[in-house]
């Protein structure tokens, strides 16, 4: 439709446009994966649902292999700044870091002087790996069915409690996982 119709073929063409759409189950949902200009990789969408690139290949959508970033330019290697606060110079503002992904990643003032308030060492890792650390401490984005673990007297059940629920907790994680009844007395 990228040109312009006049007002009775417009009123023609939308309905077959529609119809096709939903034919083919596009109509109304967000733009398909593959028309994306941005690598699956670069999105949001890859650290909730992480893929290899052969497999987002596989789907026919794209894959950045260039992504942005400086490599090699680091004028502190990591071993030379101290772990100590204190003993960090004021020039490290002006330093270009290193992180163990390859990336160069810098510090600004403002930064600097956070970690020193709060006597906190320097950021080996570049913001980039942080932020995958931090997401990485989340509870991955699926389900799991399972029973309350409680085996507590003097609730609603006598042995092991039967409710089963979903939770985002794996069956091999060391955590306790309780019914709303049972973790709701027992925490109160
Ligand atoms: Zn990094
Ligand atoms: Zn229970
Ligand atoms: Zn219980």
């Not at 398909?32 to 052969?54: H, K, M, Q």
């Amino acid at each position: 439709m990228n040109k312009q119709y006049s007002e009775a073929e417009y009123k023609k063409i939308v309905p077959k446009l529609v119809a096709k759409m939903k034919a083919d189950g596009e109509y109304g949902e967000f733009f398909p994966v593959e028309y994306s200009p941005y690598g699956y990789n670069e999105s949001t969408a890859s650290e909730y649902y992480p893929l290899s690139r052969e497999e987002v290949l596989a789907k026919g959508w794209r894959w950045q292999d260039d992504l942005p970033g400086t490599r090699g330019q680091e004028t502190l290697p990591p071993e030379n700044i101290s772990d100590t606060i204190q003993d960090v110079p004021a020039t490290i503002e002006q330093e270009i870091l290193a992180c163990q992904c390859g990336k160069n990643y810098k510090l600004i003032p403002q930064e600097v002087v956070f970690y020193r308030q709060q006597n906190l060492p320097i950021p080996r890792f570049c913001p980039f790996c942080r932020h995958l650390e931090r997401i990485a401490l989340r509870n991955p984005r699926r389900l799991y069915h399972r029973q309350c673990m409680c085996e507590q007297s003097g609730h609603q059940h006598t042995g092991k409690c039967a409710v089963e629920f979903e939770t985002t907790y794996a069956p091999d994680r060391p955590e306790r996982v309780y019914c709303e009844t049972c973790y709701q007395k027992e925490i109160y």
